[in-house]
């Protein structure tokens, strides 16, 4: 068991199949993880559709009710500690996470802890998102770089994959931060643990199907969730390397 990818859904019905076909063709030997939060638009049936025809490979976790992307991934992190996977990625369904780079991620896993697939490194980028939406989002991966101190330049970004060693060190059930904070979270730990993180950089295309669950909330909760995890989880590192 190699390389798992954990994706959540929230009504992506019409992104399931384009997602595993583009997975299949650039890397034939991943797995693939759904968790699912009762989407109400069928997605479950479009994953058991594909699962009915591929059972080694394409996996569903189902879970009662919307309880955020952060909680999804911890599910799903979980499944995938527990299965010993030894590589572990991290995808958007709505294809704005091209498969084309996965073999650069697993290629990449041999030498660093964690990929961090990059809209802000020379190469990288963004196609057809508002100006707004540009805003935003430079500006989150700059504010969280400039408060932490980490030189990471995506870091709200959601298409990243970890040694699983490297992903189940950093206190999981201890992570608390629900939407984009949760990318920022996770990426922040692994860099207080000195991990090796390696940005490759990956053009991110706007969802042309389905809807987003972009909200105001997760956009505010990111913004105090960075000086939270300043605070507790710079202290609590430190204390835990000096231990050592
Ligand atoms: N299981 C689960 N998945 C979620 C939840 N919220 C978002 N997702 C999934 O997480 C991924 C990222 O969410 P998106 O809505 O695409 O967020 P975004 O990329 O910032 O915004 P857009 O691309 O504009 O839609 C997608 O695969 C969603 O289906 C949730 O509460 N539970
Ligand atoms: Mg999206």
Known sequence: ???????????????????????????????????????ADGTQNAIEKLMANDKESVFLLKRPGKAGLGKAYLAGFAWALEHGYKYICQMDADLSHNPKYLPMFRESLNSHHGVIGSRYVGGGGVLNWSWYRLLISRFGSLYARFILKTPINDFTGGFNAWQA????SLDLLSITSEGYSFQIELKYRAFLKKY?????????????????????????????????????????????QVAR
């Open 1 to 39: 068991m190699e390389f798992l990818i954990v994706i959540p859904t929230y009504n992506e019905f019409d992104n399931i199949e384009p997602l595993v076909s583009g997975i299949k063709k650039y890397l034939p030997s991943a797995h693939v993880l759904f968790v699912d939060d009762n989407s």
């Open 196 to 240: 090796s993180l390696h940005e490759i950089p990956i053009v991110f295309e706007e969802r042309r199907a389905g809807q987003s669950k972009m909200s105001l909330n997760i956009v505010i909760e990111a913004i105090f969730k960075v000086w939270e995890l300043k605070r507790s989880l710079k202290s609590f590192y430190t204390r835990d």
């Open 165 to 168: 060693a490297a992903l189940s």
